[in-house]
């Protein structure tokens, strides 16, 4: 693992409601698109284990929503439908086909954002950014542009020619002729394993909160636990009381906790379904850790294998 001192330039991932106001009033007058979409998924906590009910954000967004935005049902978009897993990630083409249907090219900028959690904008921005497409996600959500006095709508807009469409071709050449050349973004569970087993190199992260990493509270998927040899590291610890990202100090202050890979491998990020780890993994990539890797099929995969083992309790030692 490399622990940069600064990370990422935060102004080039991140973006703030006046900052996105501003952009969305220059964009209606000027040749720059800005294309803004709302990810939310609903997502009920369990009652009991394998209790897992996942529905469309797309009623929240209707019911308030930043003008001119449009939502994207991540149960059915930027997803492969042949997993056998919720939200796995498509083929990099794909990804960008999806986003060119709806009406970006290399010019537009891409904004995300959800209606709070953070966790659904930081997963369409993990897959766009694994297709070579830099997209912005607004700290704080919705919540953060409601507080800073900017108007929602509560009606579904008409928002085509917002942006403009192709119709054939790859809208984003640059990413594309990237494709050899670029790293995934992605380990399979085979990867995983090989890691958990001291055969391949890294470090396996757990973006879960405590009581689903030490299995004691229910789960949505089939078995309570942890990817053995995993460390914790819950997502939800990178936000502040207002749901948007801490400082940049403290991100890294926080991301220091996880052991010194140097030459040993990636931080290899998981959660349930991929959701948390991706909020994971826009923080740590603030924090300047690198490599990152995020195993897409994460619990729902693994505990669906009987063979794989899992981990409860705390970790001792």
């Known amino acids: 693992m490399n622990l940069g001192t600064s990370g990422a330039h935060r102004g080039s991932i991140l973006i703030d409601a006046d900052e ?3 952009l969305l009033e220059e964009g209606r007058e000027g040749p720059a698109p800005v294309l803004v979409l709302d990810a939310t998924v609903v997502l009920a906590q369990p009652a009991h284990d394998g209790d897992y009910r996942a529905a469309s954000g797309a009623d929240a967004w209707a019911g308030a929503h930043i003008p001119g935005s449009r939502h994207v049902d991540l149960l059915t978009a930027f997803t492969d439908p042949a997993a056998l897993y919720h939200f796995a990630h498509p083929s990099r083409a794909a ?3 999806e986003l060119a249907a709806l009406g970006a090219d290399e010019r537009t900028t891409v904004v995300l954002y959800d209606q709070g959690s953070l966790q659904w904008a930081a997963r369409l921005w993990w897959v766009l950014r694994d297709a070579g497409v830099a997209a912005r996600v607004l700290d704080g959500g919705l919540p953060a ?8 709508v509560s009606s579904a807009p008409d928002v085509a020619g917002t942006v403009r469409r192709r119709s054939e071709g790859d809208a984003f050449p ?3 002729a990237g494709d050899a050349a670029r790293p995934s973004l ?3 569970k085979e990867g995983v394993r090989a890691v958990s087993e001291g055969r391949a190199s890294g470090t396996l992260v757990c973006a879960l909160g405590a009581a689903h990493f030490e299995g004691t509270t229910p789960t949505r998927y089939s078995r309570r636990g942890r990817i053995p040899g995993s460390v914790s590291l819950p997502a939800q610890d990178f936000l502040d009381g207002d749901g948007r990202l801490l400082p940049a100090p403290d991100l890294a202050a926080r991301a220091s906790g996880l052991p010194d890979g140097g030459a040993g491998g990636p931080v290899v990020l998981y959660c349930g379904g991929g959701i948390s780890a991706s909020l994971d993994a826009l923080a740590l990539t603030l924090a300047g850790v690198d490599p990152l890797v995020m195993y897409d099929g994460s619990l729902e995969e693994w505990t669906a294998d009987p063979e794989l083992p ?3 309790g705390k970790v001792t030692g």
């Not at 542009?145 to 929602?152: D, F, N, S």
């Open 20 to 22: 996105l106001a501003r």
């Open 95 to 97: 990804t960008r086909r």
């Open 174 to 176: 640059g990413a594309t």
């Open 145 to 152: 542009w409601t507080a800073a006095g900017l108007p929602v």
């Open 186 to 188: 992605w380990l399979d």
């Open 310 to 312: 899992l981990v409860r």
